[in-house]
């Protein structure tokens, strides 16, 4: 059975840090390319980092520099590390594994990040 547990959330100030981590189960973790998304209030979800089965990563332009994205696969663990955070950032964010692009498991019930004085 696939499942994705996210977990690491919380309200942060601008320019503070989180961890979040994402815990799979069910699929061949290390040979899945790995993304974490975000869905802002009103907003569509969009994939902000991504970690390929090969090691390459890649962000999107608005967490580039401050978002740094890591696996472990003999824990089948997905991380994301979000430094100088911004009231921008606050979203649900979730991870999956990805494909063509597109994610391609079922979501997981995702990590509330709130960033704000």
């Known amino acids: 059975q696939v499942q994705l547990v996210e977990s690491g959330g919380g309200l942060v100030q601008p320019g503070g840090s989180l961890r979040l981590s994402c815990v799979v189960s069910g699929i061949a973790f290390s040979t899945n390319h790995m993304g974490w998304y975000r869905q802002a209030p009103g907003k569509e979800r969009e994939l902000v980092a991504i970690s390929s089965a090969i090691g390459f990563t890649n962000y999107d332009g608005s967490v580039r520099g401050r978002f740094t994205i890591s696996r472990d696969n003999a824990k089948k663990t997905l991380n994301l590390q979000m430094n100088s955070l911004k009231p921008d950032d606050t979203a649900v964010y979730y991870c999956?594994?990805?494909?063509?692009?597109?994610?391609?498991?079922?979501w997981g019930q995702g990590t509330q990040v709130t960033v704000s004085s």
């Open positions: 999956n594994s990805v494909s063509g692009g597109r994610p391609i498991l079922p």
